[in-house]
């Protein structure tokens, strides 16, 4: 049972907690990090041939200079994680080779899995270490989620409390301290 689910797209990403923990000690791999390849332009997606469950797909994307394997269910509105890891040196040097003995790529898709909604813009940025924690920890916490959102919000709430006259900002907090003491 999926109990933890976190929606923050019009599709949610999401996986059971014990699973997420398991792979990152098996594969150093946070499911919120991985969770983001699912929106990758460059992403090949196929239908993994070793699992009778037609919904299972195994993607490879490059993110930051590395190429994941991400195994996932995929619905209309939702997007679960099932295992991920860091493809091999020797898988990226022999990809096609390697893999194409156990996957028909033939038939595979390029395209992100999820679709980035209008009005979002691919950018590079630099966070510190501990800020990028902070945030992926919240989704891993929350059992599923895309911290890029997260992040995404938290900076509309600052720029829109920014916008807000220090006069307004005054009074309101003058407020909400004389009806917490009555």
Same mark, same amino acid.
């Given at each position: %049972?999926?109990?933890? &689910?976190?929606?923050?797209?019009?599709?949610?990403?999401?996986?059971?907690?014990?699973?997420? @923990?398991?792979?990152?000690?098996?594969?150093?791999?946070?499911?919120?990090?991985?969770?983001?390849?699912? *929106?990758?332009?460059?992403?090949?997606?196929?239908?993994?041939?070793?699992?009778?469950?037609?919904?299972?797909?195994?993607?490879?994307? @490059? &993110?930051?200079?590395?190429?994941?394997?991400?195994?996932?269910?995929?619905?209309?509105?939702?997007?679960?994680?099932?295992?991920? @890891?860091?493809?091999?040196? /020797?898988? /990226?040097?022999? %990809?096609?080779? $390697? &893999?194409?003995?156990?996957?028909?790529?033939?038939?595979?898709? /390029?395209?992100?899995?999820?679709?980035?909604?209008?009005?979002?813009?691919?950018?590079? $940025?630099?966070?510190?270490?501990?800020?990028?924690?902070?945030?992926?920890?919240?989704? *891993?916490?929350?059992?599923?989620?895309?911290?890029?959102?997260?992040?995404?919000?938290?900076? @509309?709430?600052?720029?829109?409390?920014?916008?807000?006259?220090?006069?307004?900002?005054?009074?309101?907090?003058?407020? *909400? *301290?004389?009806?917490?003491?009555?």
């Amino acid at each position: %049972m999926y109990a933890h &689910m976190c929606i923050y797209l019009p599709v949610s990403y999401e996986w059971d907690p014990a699973k997420a @923990r398991a792979n990152f000690e098996k594969h150093g791999i946070h499911f919120a990090d991985a969770a983001t390849t699912l *929106e990758d332009d460059l992403a090949l997606t196929v239908r993994d041939p070793f699992t009778e469950d037609e919904a299972v797909g195994l993607l490879s994307a @490059r &993110m930051l200079l590395a190429v994941y394997w991400l195994w996932f269910t995929h619905g209309a509105d939702h997007a679960r994680l099932i295992s991920a @890891r860091l493809a091999t040196p /020797r898988e /990226r040097v022999h %990809m096609r080779h $390697i &893999m194409k003995r156990e996957y028909d790529f033939s038939k595979a898709k /390029r395209a992100p899995v999820v679709a980035v909604p209008k009005g979002k813009t691919r950018i590079t $940025i630099r966070l510190d270490d501990e800020i990028l924690a902070w945030f992926r920890d919240q989704v *891993e916490r929350a059992g599923g989620g895309n911290y890029q959102s997260v992040i995404n919000e938290v900076l @509309r709430q600052h720029v829109h409390q920014a916008r807000e006259p220090l006069e307004k900002i005054i009074r309101r907090v003058i407020r *909400e *301290e004389l009806s917490r003491a009555s």
